[in-house]
């Protein structure tokens, strides 16, 4: 308990921005724990001087040699670079945790948020954002937790794989079809399904963050519900709109006139039958159907206003 509780700290020193504290904490967590490879890699994104970086970096390789991110960074600080990931020092010029300072709130890993953010910024559309961001937390420590990263278009989740490169399951907010929380003694599981029937589920997430995004989804299927629902009545409206405003101003509920049948030959010509007028329906019976449609909202008021008076003008 007392290994969990210090790391906390320290990613609550990160996300203040108290790069200092955080060093202190994770020093004392390494000398405890040598085995501590989340500690090694975050004291690394914290560290004062590339050369510290290195080492610690080098620390998390011996214990996960098939780590490729901590490869990585450790390549780009060799090179004089800093990692795009990375977190950066009080000062630095680089992206520091302030930057994703409103990502952090929640019990977030920075170093896991920072890779998440920078990795997913990518493939962002235009007009498309960021808004939250979740991090798996499993009981067996790891360096590249998967994520949920939510934007204003759609929901993705980024599973990171042991040798390099990223996982992308992504849909947009009108392809979800239903969201489920479901929460243990050690975290929740969150389950999104959608309209294809994929079940997308992503265990061990800290309860809080996983609220957020059940609750996030359950904005967003109310939304998406709200959408359609005004849809399905513009295209009915617009079907009425189409029958009703077409038709004779006499019987606008008329059915249409059937075609004529086609000419006999002269020889077998018959005699045409006399022409009558079609009965004209009963106005009060046109008024009563009218009103009918503007009940279910299937014309306007405006409609059937000049419909009522089209109709009386000619009683």
Not at 42 to 57: G, S
Not at 79 to 95: I, Y
Request: charged share 25%; aromatic share 4%; glycine share 4%.
């Amino acid at each position: 308990m007392k290994q969990q509780v210090t790391f906390a700290q320290a990613i609550e020193a990160a996300n203040r921005g108290d790069a200092a504290a955080a060093r202190d904490i994770l020093k004392q967590l390494v000398s405890e724990d040598p085995q501590h490879s989340r500690a090694w890699m975050l004291l690394a994104e914290v560290a004062k001087t590339p050369e510290y970086a290195i080492n610690c970096l080098g620390k998390v390789l011996v214990l996960e040699p098939e780590n490729a991110l901590a490869r990585e960074r450790q390549a780009q600080l060799r090179a004089g670079q800093r990692p795009s990931g990375a977190l950066a020092p009080s000062g630095s010029s680089a992206p520091s945790v302030n930057a994703l300072q409103r990502f952090l709130g929640e019990q977030q890993d920075p170093a896991a948020v920072q890779h998440a953010y920078t990795t997913v910024s990518q493939i962002l559309t235009p007009g498309e954002e960021i808004h939250y961001i979740a991090v798996q937390s499993r009981p067996v420590l790891t360096i590249s937790p998967d994520c949920i990263v939510l934007t204003n278009k759609r929901f993705i989740i980024y599973r990171t794989k042991l040798l390099g490169g990223a996982d992308f399951d992504d849909y947009i907010w009108r392809d979800l079809r239903d969201a489920k929380l479901k929460e243990g003694m050690i975290g929740a599981t969150i389950t999104m399904k959608v309209v294809t029937g994929q079940v997308l589920t992503l265990e061990y997430l800290p309860k809080v963050q996983a609220r957020r995004i059940y609750q996030a989804a359950q904005a967003m299927e109310e939304h998406v519900r709200e959408e359609r629902r005004q849809r399905e009545m513009e295209e009915r409206r617009a079907g009425a709109q189409n029958i009703v405003l077409s038709s004779p101003l006499t019987n606008p509920l008329a059915p249409p006139v059937p075609p004529a049948p086609p000419a006999l030959p002269p020889a077998l010509a018959l005699p045409e039958p006399p022409i009558t007028q079609p009965a004209t329906e009963d106005p009060v019976e046109t008024l009563k159907k009218l009103k009918t449609l503007l009940t279910a909202e299937l014309i306007s008021q405006s409609e059937y206003d000049a419909k009522k008076v089209e109709i009386l003008a000619r009683m």
